[in-house]
């Protein structure tokens, strides 16, 4: 489930390719799988048998295993009875043509079971991924049985790489993708009512970031806020993986994305490295997940707590059922509080020294209606979300904080859920919460038939990651995912807390993989939607506190804990009595990775704290409608894009800045 607008995948290989991992590296990401084994016989033959138990052993315990050897037509039988939220795996079609090929089922019309296959393929609901040989590229097999069975393979081949969406030939471990685009479903049902005019929504203002002075309370001796500017890398001579901005044309979100993956060895030690440190009692307990995080996405065992924080809300409205009890005038309220640095994002982010970014997108339609935005506006909202990425990035920020406020979130966040991993809706669906500590039911009914509608009208429509946005996302899930694939492509940690982090999430891992290992969740919450989806996601929480502040401050509020964490870890050295023990070479503190100069930054160092009493507003940045680079005046390059900062406590103004 990791490709973008397919239902079926053709995968081709030679022996010993790689195709069948590779083909099982596509759904790896599914909840579950059904396993199809097509071989036959082989019970007498040891190194056949050792070939299938090594295919056995990488299939996860969550897979269940079909067997059609023999009976070619159960294949067929399969596909018809597969239900829409079901992925499939078709381990080989090699053995499902050897099947056909038995001397027992002859004389027989082997066209017609091929035809039927291929049929059966495009008629599927499910997802399916089919592994198949390509003996086309070897020479003629010298004996008639051989060459029934090459041509019968080829024909296969061919019929069923022109029913699936995409074709993808693996030689030596490597993927060619051989047909790549697909034509647009055809709808043969009773045409859906039109989408409402708010489903293609005009580019939204740039965002406006915004640093909230911090609370006198927390800082005693607070600093100036200095935002300085950063010179961008080169993208084809840095020494780590970096994807170029995507409005640059470089970059091209897809799906299959390959972005690079934190430290596979440095979380591991790190977690090592805690039960060696010098602290009177047991340890830091669940905080270590966050610890072992940190320094796989720093790529050291000793990792610096984060010091300088962005936290990106994005504020968007749904129509129809999905925004059924919601305020819409309480929402632009808080929105409001939060580009002025005030209120309770604003407050949480002024105490733990974080700057806050707030984006405003279009509007969604009614996803019971029919798609609640069209391609063009989602593809702009997954570059707008990159970019903010790459602004964060260039402006030194090492961790993201993502953040949601808006009408309609959790709906459209448990409609992705129910549609990307099958999830029963009413089960996830947050209740509707009234000021008072109220709940109103009837709304929360009315929001459960919108995604169930939503749900029915999609059943047949292809469910990669853009048409999920478009369909039942909207565009506030498409920045977001946005985000999350610029983040881990420039190496930045995000940390998520909410429906809007974790189902953007889901849909990401869609289109890159890599991006869940980027991902934290600092606090569980109290939310279904949000616990099912990060177990989905393979993300544990750090902390289970309860917290039920709102998207983004519930881990705004965990964050100066997670910083202790991280500092005491960086700081503390080893147990004396672990140094020099009889047979351990000399073992001393100095063997682990070096921090920075100031190791232990966050303790006592105002510089490194982060924390300012100053708010300030930044503008002039680049957002929808507003390319990177561009300037509203014409007499300036497009190169010199200016920053400027305005001091709201005290009503002096700023300097400009100059980053190019």
């Keep these: 489930?990791?490709?973008?607008?397919?239902?079926?995948?053709?995968?081709?290989?030679?022996?010993?390719?790689?195709?069948?991992?590779?083909?099982?590296?596509?759904?790896?990401?599914?909840?579950?799988?059904?396993?199809?084994?097509?071989?036959?016989?082989?019970?007498?033959?040891?190194?056949?048998?050792?070939?299938?138990?090594?295919?056995?052993?990488?299939?996860?315990q969550s897979w269940s295993t079909e067997e059609t050897a023999g009976d070619p037509?159960?294949?067929?039988?399969?596909?018809?009875?597969?239900k829409p939220d079901e992925t499939l795996l078709v381990d080989d079609l090699g053995g499902w043509v050897a099947s056909v090929l038995d001397p027992a089922r002859q004389p027989n019309d082997d066209e017609a079971d091929v035809t039927a296959l291929?049929?059966?393929?495009?008629?599927?609901?499910?997802?399916?991924?089919?592994?198949?040989?390509?003996?086309?590229?070897?020479?003629?097999?010298?004996?008639?049985?051989?060459?029934?069975?090459?041509?019968?393979?080829?024909?296969t081949n061919q019929a069923l790489a022109d029913a699936c969406d995409r074709v993808v030939l693996v030689v030596a471990g490597q993927p060619v993708w051989l047909k790549e685009k697909t034509a647009e479903p055809v709808v043969t049902a009773a045409p859906r009512p039109a989408p409402q005019a708010t489903a293609t929504p005009a580019p939204p203002p740039p965002p406006t970031f915004v640093t909230p002075p911090a609370d006198p309370s927390f800082v005693e001796a607070p600093t100036e806020a200095l935002v300085l500017p950063t010179e961008k890398p080169d993208a084809f001579s840095g020494t780590t993986m970096y994807l170029p901005l995507v409005n640059s044309g470089l970059t091209k979100i897809e799906p299959g994305m390959d972005l690079p993956l934190p430290s596979s060895d440095a979380g591991p030690e790190a977690r090592e490295r805690l039960g060696m440190i010098d602290l009177p009692g047991a340890g830091l307990g669940m905080l270590g997940e966050a610890i072992e995080f940190a320094a796989a996405t720093q790529d050291t065992t000793s990792?610096?707590?984060?010091?300088?924080?962005?936290?990106?809300?994005?504020?968007?409205?749904?129509?129809?059922?999905?925004?059924?009890g919601a305020d819409p005038d309480d929402a632009e309220r808080r929105v409001a509080e939060t580009e002025l640095g005030t209120g309770l994002l604003g407050r949480l982010a002024g105490q733990a020294g974080a700057d806050i970014a707030v984006l405003r997108v279009g509007d969604s339609g009614a996803m019971e209606d029919g798609p609640v935005a069209d391609a063009g506006?989602?593809?702009?909202?997954?570059?707008?979300?990159?970019?903010?990425?790459?602004?964060?990035?260039?402006a030194g920020r090492d961790a993201l904080l993502l953040a949601g406020i808006g009408v309609g979130v959790e709906a459209a966040a448990t409609a992705v859920l129910a549609a990307t991993t099958g999830a029963e809706a009413a089960a996830t669906l947050p209740r509707v919460l009234l000021p008072g500590g109220r709940f109103d039911d009837h709304s929360w009914m009315i929001r459960c038939a919108a995604i169930r509608d939503a749900l029915h009208r999609i059943r047949q429509e292809p469910r990669g990651a853009t048409d999920i946005l478009r369909e039942i996302g909207g565009l506030d899930l498409a920045v977001a995912t946005g985000l999350l694939l610029g983040a881990a492509a420039r190496r930045v940690p995000v940390l998520l807390d909410g429906p809007l982090g974790i189902s953007a999430g889901l849909v990401a891992r869609d289109l890159a993989g890599q991006t869940r290992h980027w991902c934290l969740l600092p606090e569980a919450g109290t939310l279904a939607l949000v616990k099912q989806g990060a177990d989905v996601l393979g993300l544990t929480p750090v902390l289970e506190l309860g917290l039920d502040l709102?998207?983004?401050?519930?881990?705004?509020?965990?964050?100066?804990?997670?910083?202790?964490?991280?500092?005491?870890?960086?700081?503390?050295?080893?147990?004396?009595?672990?140094?020099?023990?009889?047979?351990?070479?000399?073992?001393s503190d100095d063997d682990s990775d070096d921090t920075d100069d100031d190791e232990?930054?966050?303790?006592?160092?105002?510089?490194?704290?982060?924390?300012?009493?100053?708010?300030?507003?930044?503008?002039?940045?680049?957002?929808?409608?507003?390319?990177?680079?561009?300037?509203?005046d014409p007499d300036v390059e497009a190169d010199d894009?200016?920053?400027?900062?305005?001091?709201?406590?005290?009503?002096?103004?700023?300097?400009?800045?100059?980053?190019?």
Aim: charge should be negative; include cysteine.
């Design 303 to 324: 990792p610096r707590p984060w010091s300088s924080v962005r936290v990106v809300v994005i504020s968007g409205k749904h129509a129809g059922g999905a925004a059924a």
């Design 600 to 632: 232990g930054a966050g303790f006592g160092d105002n510089d490194d704290s982060g924390i300012d009493d100053e708010a300030t507003v930044v503008t002039g940045l680049t957002g929808f409608g507003n390319p990177a680079g561009a300037s509203a």
């Design 1 to 60: 489930m990791s490709e973008d607008r397919w239902n079926t995948v053709l995968v081709l290989g030679g022996i010993r390719s790689g195709k069948s991992a590779f083909a099982e590296s596509l759904v790896a990401d599914a909840p579950t799988v059904r396993y199809v084994a097509t071989a036959i016989g082989g019970e007498d033959d040891p190194e056949w048998l050792a070939r299938i138990e090594e295919h056995q052993r990488r299939r996860p």
């Design 550 to 587: 709102g998207e983004g401050a519930n881990a705004l509020a965990a964050l100066p804990l997670l910083r202790t964490a991280l500092g005491l870890a960086a700081a503390l050295p080893v147990h004396p009595a672990l140094l020099s023990e009889h047979g351990d070479a000399g073992l």
């Design 641 to 660: 894009r200016t920053v400027s900062f305005r001091t709201v406590d005290n009503g002096t103004e700023g300097g400009a800045a100059g980053r190019s």
């Design 118 to 155: 291929a049929e059966a393929v495009r008629g599927c609901p499910a997802r399916i991924v089919l592994v198949s040989p390509e003996v086309g590229l070897a020479l003629v097999p010298m004996t008639p049985v051989g060459r029934a069975f090459t041509d019968a393979l080829g024909t």
């Design 377 to 394: 506006a989602v593809e702009a909202a997954l570059r707008q979300g990159w970019q903010l990425a790459d602004e964060a990035a260039d």
């Design 73 to 82: 037509a159960r294949l067929t039988e399969l596909l018809a009875e597969a």
